[in-house]
T-cell receptor, first 117, second 113 residues
Framework: GAVVSQHPSRVICKSGTSVKIECRSLDFQATTMFWYRQFPKQSLMLMATSNEGSKATYEQGVEKDKFLINHASLTLSTLTVTSAHPEDSSFYIC?????????????FGPGTRLTVL | AQSVSQHNHHVILSEAASLELGCNYSYGGTVNLFWYVQYPGQHLQLLLKYFSGDPLVKGIKGFEAEFIKSKFSFNLRKPSVQWSDTAEYFCAVNAGNNNDMRFGAGTRLTVKP
């Protein structure tokens, strides 16, 4: 149980285009979803936290107009990178937390590698 | 703000050697502690976690960690590493009533066959 999927796993886009990444909790209801980015050989940095049905809370330094997060249902959150630029190239990872199986535990998706040309 | 420090950036061991990776955090309240592993090209996997109770926590694949509250530490140990343990290891801390999970910088472990 507690499986989180992400789609796509890899995306290459041109500079200036927008990219949407989906994060789904497959077998539990995710009351909270988290979005992280990971640069090569670095740790995960929390970008934003979203609770189902409410606006996302962004970490300091993360542009909310550039990284649009929608958490419309208890099983789906999306991250849209708008007007992507090469510096947005990174590995984006989502995680989800629900009331079950463990409230304080986050379950991570496999990540999406974004390359902006 | 809570922070997590992993002191070892890259550890190189031979097979059968013992492993200890350091993790210290700065937060005064109740914390939940985690160790994750990321194998090359794969996603994060939970190795073990501590919420409460016995401070010595046993996880998967022979790993264990000890929570020492007085030292704000949660070091990861394994008595005898294998080549397949080569991976990146991340310590993470989540404050008791907080959404945030903060990750350490990670420690890359290379096990030589």
């Amino acid at each position: 149980g507690a499986v989180v999927s992400q789609h796509p796993s890899r995306v290459i886009c041109k500079s200036g285009t927008s990219v949407k990444i989906e994060c789904r909790s497959l077998d539990f209801q995710a009351t909270t979803m988290f979005w992280y980015r990971q640069f090569p050989k670095q740790s995960l940095m929390l970008m934003a936290t979203s609770n189902e049905g409410s606006k996302a809370t962004y970490e300091q330094g993360v542009e909310k107009d550039k990284f649009l997060i929608n958490h419309a249902s208890l099983t789906l959150s999306t991250l849209t990178v708008t007007s992507a630029h090469p510096e947005d190239s990174s590995f984006y990872i989502c995680s989800a937390r629900g009331r079950r199986p463990g409230y304080n535990e986050q379950f991570f998706g496999p990540g999406t590698r974004l390359t902006v040309l | 703000a809570q922070s997590v420090s992993q002191h070892n950036h890259h550890v190189i061991l031979s097979e059968a050697a013992s492993l200890e990776l350091g993790c210290n955090y700065s937060y005064g309240g109740t914390v939940n502690l985690f160790w994750y592993v990321q194998y090359p090209g794969q996603h994060l996997q939970l190795l073990l976690k501590y919420f409460s109770g016995d401070p010595l926590v046993k996880g998967i694949k022979g790993f264990e960690a000890e929570f020492i509250k007085s030292k704000f530490s949660f070091n990861l140990r394994k008595p005898s590493v294998q080549w397949s343990d080569t991976a990146e290891y991340f310590c993470a801390v989540n404050a008791g009533n907080n959404n945030d999970m903060r990750f350490g910088a990670g420690t890359r472990l290379t096990v030589k066959p």
